[in-house]
């Protein structure tokens, strides 16, 4: 089966780094995507890695390793507005690498002062 | 430019209806998805469209369909409904080949 972990919550203060993980089991599997979504509203695209290493992308950088079936995702310098669900979802084979998509069942990231 | 766009936001229907959500996709993008997302939970791929066909299908059932027309919009039907499908569904669009999806607001769909 196609499954991604993810710590159901995590605190943070503002200012600060946080580091949220995903592992995953799964075959077939493409890369690792991260989206964020705050309350009512609609996930939205963070990164995507493709091969192992780090991506970066300002404040955010994310991590893959295939060897360990695993990832996390970098928040810096966090600020209230951070205060979101962070997913990771791995692009599964099929007609593009798009096709299937797996989401994790996310982390609840709060910020606090 | 418009992003994605689902009607309608909030549905009520009781149980054994039938009911059609819709999505348009972001301009230009030809691929459309859809997704199950229950309170507290992560979306759940229910099938993705192409060129007016379903390409890739998750784990729902067959009370689940959906269609694509010509200019890339998409419909998603759900038969027979049953409590358990009370839930924000989900629509994203994205090109052919790329790894970022974009996602609309989703339609609140509850069932009594």
């Known amino acids: 089966g196609q499954s991604l972990e993810q710590p159901s919550e995590v605190t943070a203060v503002e200012g600060a780094i946080v580091q949220m993980n995903c592992t995953y089991q799964?075959?077939?599997?493409?890369?690792l995507s991260w989206y964020q979504q705050h309350d009512g509203g609609a996930p939205t695209f963070l990164s995507y890695n493709a091969l192992d290493g780090l991506e970066e992308t300002g404040r955010f950088s994310s991590f893959l390793s295939r060897s360990d079936s695993y990832g996390y995702l970098l928040l810096q310098e966090l600020q209230m507005k951070d205060s979101a669900s962070y997913f990771c979802?791995?692009?599964?084979?099929?007609?593009?690498?798009?096709?299937?998509?797996?989401f994790g069942s996310g982390t609840r990231l709060s910020i606090r002062p | 430019d418009a992003g994605v766009t689902q009607s309608p936001t909030h549905l009520i229907k009781t149980r054994g209806q039938q009911v059609t959500l819709r999505c348009s996709p972001k301009s230009g993008h030809d691929t459309v998805s859809w997704y199950q997302q229950a309170l507290g939970q992560g979306p759940q791929f229910i099938f993705q469209?192409?060129?007016?066909?379903?390409?890739q299908r998750g784990n729902f059932p067959d009370r689940f369909s959906g269609h694509q027309f010509p200019n890339y919009s998409s419909e998603l039907n759900v038969n027979a409904l049953l409590l358990g499908d009370s839930a924000l569904y989900l629509c994203?669009?994205?090109?052919?080949?790329?790894?970022?999806?974009?996602f609309g607001p989703g339609t609140r769909l509850t069932v009594l």
């Open positions: 799964t075959s077939g599997f493409y890369g």
């Open positions: 979802a791995g692009n599964g084979p099929g007609y593009s690498s798009a096709s299937k998509i797996i």
């Open positions: 469209y192409y060129e007016e066909e379903e390409r």
């Open positions: 994203a669009s994205s090109l052919l080949g790329s790894n970022e999806q974009f």
